[in-house]
């Protein structure tokens, strides 16, 4: 179970909400029984329930535990917002396969509307899908999913990664593997890395967007012959890498 770090002591860790329902209704959890914590950030431990409250559950760390799950490249997944609930599909698989973070952004072709104001409880569900899917993995951390940005916003952040593969479905030259193959023979066994993958809406990108993700600092790759839908190619993308990296 992933649990605020606040909520994370020295000795003991309090779990409430969904979880403490989950235990006590669904698991039928009972004092003893053994369960496995993590603040999704930096600690995890094997714990025992040692007191199932009203809404909330105690339990008692045996021992901590490594870290051993996440993989050294932290790739994170940028998606242009595409339809209807396919952004669930992507953060779910993609967390799965061991993307470290999403950001959701608008491009020119972008289709759906996202209003802030109105739409937060769409990001909260999102979160929601990343840390079911998380623990459905046995991840330590907990994939960070962002509001969703500009285009011009994501561009921005760009610089912060080594290396940075806007996966252009036009893209006729570079293949992301090939891409990828020296960049992680270069990382050799022990390094981290982060990575970033752009992936289009529905409509794809523009030549312009192409041109300005490759002036900001991207690097234009296909992912195949075959044109993959907008929710397959990041979980593809986030796969070849994981693959190239040995993870
Ligand atoms: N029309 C389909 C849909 O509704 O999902 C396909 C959309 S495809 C144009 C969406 C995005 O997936 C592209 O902008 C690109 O980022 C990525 N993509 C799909 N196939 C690709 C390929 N063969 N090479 C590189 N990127 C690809």
Not at 37 to 56: P, Y
Not at 164 to 186: D, H, I
Not at 195 to 215: H, K, Y
């Amino acid at each position: 179970y992933f649990v605020s770090p606040e909520n994370f002591g020295e000795g003991s860790v309090s779990i409430g909400g969904e979880d403490a329902r989950h235990i006590a209704r669904v698991m039928r959890g009972k004092a003893g029984d053994k369960l496995i914590v993590s603040d999704g950030v930096s600690r995890e431990a094997l714990a025992e329930i040692a007191l199932i409250g009203e809404g909330i559950v105690t339990v008692s760390i045996i021992e901590n535990m490594p870290m051993t799950q996440e993989p050294r490249v932290k790739i994170t997944v940028a998606q242009s917002l595409p339809k209807g609930d396919k952004m669930e599909i992507v953060i779910q698989k993609c967390t799965e396969i061991g993307a470290a973070a999403f950001l959701p952004f608008l491009s020119e072709r972008t289709i759906v509307q996202y209003d802030e104001r109105k739409e937060s409880k769409r990001l909260e569900r999102w979160r929601k899908i990343a840390k079911e899917a998380a623990e459905q993995a046995h991840r330590n951390i907990v994939p960070e999913v962002a509001a969703p940005l500009t285009w011009k916003q994501l561009l921005k952040t760009v610089n912060r990664y080594d290396a940075v593969y806007f996966c252009y479905e036009k893209e006729e030259g570079l293949q992301l593997r090939s891409a990828v193959a020296p960049w992680a023979a270069q990382l050799g066994a022990t390094a981290e890395a982060s990575a970033l993958v752009i992936v289009g809406p529905e409509g794809g990108f523009s030549e312009n967007e192409c041109r300005e993700a490759e002036e900001a600092g991207a690097v234009s790759v296909g992912l195949g012959k075959r044109i993959l839908r907008c929710e397959t190619a990041g979980m593809v993308a986030a796969a070849c890498i994981l693959y190239e990296t040995g993870e």
